[in-house]
């Protein structure tokens, strides 16, 4: 009867057919198994509970779901979850476990500091030691206390306006319980019913100020009125009322125990109207609800109101054992047994375990019979299964030998194939030059050089010319063997260019026609497409001038006085390929002063997969880890930068060739 917008919405059942309910509670249990968040766990449970039938059911979700709330200490969801089990143990008629969980609820929502959920604790505990215990004493205490909590949270906080309002109904019913359930002498309890009407006013108008239309207050406010005009005699405006609360509750169908509780008191209006046909059917549809909802409280209410029925008819047969019903009820509602809802669950599990018991029983019976004839089928199919192992652990052994000779014959192919490489390896590096030649005319320098294969598709470039010192790294077409062959024409082409010119943009135009004049990229016929992107700078220790020119890939000096990197652009053409025979590259000149640094690298080093989340590096960290270590030496550079990319990828498999040059002006 008290469940709010808030609070109930758990506890809602979901309008759609048997199966698929069945398969959505499939899915939350299947959920449950595999899910590590505590979080959605906690809610998986809670919509079990909505989906679920049976409070045996129910409680076990709930248990489960405040088990995890409390591990991780969240408070505030404890305090509702105790209310929903305090709410199961009431319409089971478990009165002291209801008592329990609603002081837990208490207790955590002060933890909590939740004043919306403490304040809801003392409608509750107001309303049920007043019904089950019998007990009214500090009724008003607890329902004002909730009014101030209510009023703060909707005056101050603009919230729980709905609570508010039922907090101030639930006044309105106690007061009026005082006074009970007949027509009253409104001389002398003037000033009660003056203070009744006040407080169902205002929380008619909180609804209409709020628009709320889906709560308990919309039957609860009709129901006070329904209440008020009975006191007051006025029976047309009570009938009115009732009517109407019967209306909504049928309309929402939310709490079966409010419809059963409206239609208790549509009968009693019917009764006091001597209309004891239309007073019969609402009591009887009253019992019904009741009946299918397990509501013991609602069906000993609605039973009294139909044995005073039959009594003021002169039907003593029926009112008498209508009497002897209700006696019952009371004695099971009195029986512990019978109330604690934990027990029923018990006693449901032993007479299941009980019943398994007795099939098992019945099949092993069964199996009895036709265990001799199983044992000789299942003895022939042994007999039947080693013949062919037999047959087939011949067979394996002959098809062994032939995968002995076949894999020695592999294993031969790939010492072969493994040496030829090693071999090219060393015909490759024979074409590179020498890094002491280079650190000869640049001291301060280092090539870090990483083959992702035996042989490398990246290849540096080195040359001292008429006073300038040439250096180039590109990085070919593929890797492994083709991208070495690539590699070494790309060189030799390159060597040819720059007997040519000492202009670096011709140098890369000259390459690029080479390259494809040798790969006959020119034919119309021709499906190659093969090229490299490459860098070159032109390097004049005696101006302190550097000039670059690149196809696809940037030079990069860091600035050792400003602490930055300055990127200078490469033409967006490769060397070869698509590229036009007639391209032209872009140059670029600057001057550089002692300590700047110099860098040339293919993509393979900001390429590599790594880190924490198995990420590419990217052009972005590389260049900051450039300016993090450009004020070492170049061989601390050379050490810092392979120490760091080894630990970058840890176990991954290196995905390109990796080359890097820098040079310390």
Known sequence: MRLTLVLSALFLFLACDFKAQEGKIDSLILALKTEKNDSIKINAYIALVGLSNGNAEKLTYLHEAIGLAKKNKHNKRISGLSYYLSRIHEMSGNRDSCLYYLNSMRHYAQLANEKSLLAYFYIQIAYIKSVYFKNNENQLVYLDSAITIYEDLYLNHNKNSTLYAEALWRKTEALMNALGDHEVDVVKYEKELIEIRKLLGKAQVLKKENGELISETDTAIPDGWMNYYLLTGNKDSSLYYALRSVEINNRLNIDPARMSYSYARLSQIYQSRKEYKKAEEATLTGIRVANEHNLVKELIDNYSILRNLYYLQGDYKNAHDILVRITAFNDSVNSKAALNAEEVFQSQMKSEKLQQEALRQEENAKMQKTVTTLTIAVLFLVLIFSVLIALRWRKSIAQNKIIEQQKFIVDQKNTEITESITYAKRIQQAKLPAIETIKASLPNSFVLFKPKDIVSGDFYYFREKDGFQFLAVADCTGH??????????????????????????????????????????????????????????????????????????????????????????????????????????????????????????????????????????????????????????????????????????????????????????
């Open 480 to 665: 492994g063997v083709p991208g070495a062959i690539m590699a070494m024409l790309g060189s030799e082409r390159l060597d040819d260019a720059l007997n040519q010119t000492n202009d670096t943009s011709e140098i890369l135009k000259i390459l690029n026609q080479g390259v494809k004049a040798s790969l006959k990229q020119d034919d119309s016929d021709s499906t190659s497409r093969d090229g490299m992107d490459i860098i070159i700078c032109r390097i004049d220790k005696k101006n302190n001038k550097v000039c670059f020119s690149g196809a696809n890939r940037p030079l990069w000096i860091v600035r050792h006085q400003t602490q930055s990197i300055e990127e200078f652009k490469p033409t967006k053409s490769a060397i070869g390929g698509f590229t036009a025979n007639e391209q032209e590259f872009s140059k670029a000149e600057t001057m550089v002063q002692s300590k700047d640094v110099i860098y040339l690298s293919t993509d393979g080093y900001s390429d590599t997969f790594g880190g924490a989340n198995d990420k590419k590096l990217t052009s972005k960290r590389f260049k900051e880890l450039l300016i993090s270590v450009h004020s070492k030496s170049a061989d601390e550079q050379f050490a810092y930068l392979l120490n760091f990319i080894e630990q970058w990828k840890g176990k991954i498999e290196q995905i390109d060739d990796i080359l890097v040059a820098g040079i310390i002006i």
